[in-house]
C-alpha cells in the first residue's frame, strides 16, 4: 500500500495519476471494509476496545480524503496536497494498527484463528472487486465513524 501511494507521488502524467489514485482508492476501501465487517468485530474485546474505536475514526477521517480527492482533477492545485495528507494519515494509521493493535490480536487469537480471518478477509476483498469500483461506497459512508460490532 505504501510503495503504491508513493507511486502516485512520483507519477507526473495527470492521466497516469488517476490511474494509479483509482487503484489505491480500491484497495484502500476494500481494505477498510474487511477490517470493519470481518477483522475488528472478530477482535472485539475489552483490551481491544479502544483502539478499535480510535482505529474506526482514522478510517473515517481516510474516507473523507478519499471522497474528496475521488472527484478531482489531479491537475488541480489541491489535489496533491490532498493526497500527501491521505498518505501521512494511512501511513500513522498502519503504524498504529501495526504496533497497538496486532500485538494484542495475537493474545487473543492462535495462529489458525488468524489465518482464517486473513482468508475470511481476502475473500470480502475479492467480492467487492467483482463487484466493481469499490472506491464509490467511500462517499456514503463520510458522515461518522463505522459503529464497532
Ligand atoms: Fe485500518
Ligand atoms: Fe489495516
Excluded: C, W
Excluded at 22 to 43: R, W
Excluded at 47 to 72: C, M, V
Excluded at 78 to 100: G, S
Aim: net charge negative; charged share 30%.
Amino acid at each position: 500500500m505504501e510503495a503504491a501511494l508513493e507511486e502516485v507521488l512520483a507519477a507526473t502524467d495527470p492521466a497516469a495519476v488517476r490511474t494509479l489514485f483509482a487503484e489505491i482508492a480500491d484497495k484502500l476501501t476494500m481494505h477498510i471494509e474487511s477490517e470493519e465487517q470481518v477483522f475488528y468485530p472478530a477482535v472485539k474485546a475489552q483490551r481491544t476496545e479502544d483502539i478499535l474505536l480510535e482505529s474506526l475514526e482514522e478510517h473515517l477521517s481516510l474516507k473523507r480524503f478519499l471522497a474528496d480527492l475521488l472527484p478531482l482533477d489531479p491537475a488541480q492545485q489541491t489535489f496533491e496536497p490532498k493526497f500527501k495528507v491521505l498518505k501521512e494519515q494511512a501511513e500513522h494509521h498502519h503504524k498504529e494498527e501495526e504496533e497497538h493493535l496486532f500485538p494484542k490480536v495475537t493474545k487473543l487469537l492462535n495462529a489458525a484463528q488468524r489465518e482464517a480471518l486473513g482468508s475470511e478477509m481476502l475473500a470480502l476483498q475479492r467480492h467487492l472487486e467483482k463487484a466493481g469500483e469499490p472506491r464509490e461506497a467511500v462517499v456514503t459512508q463520510t458522515d461518522a465513524a463505522a459503529p464497532l460490532r
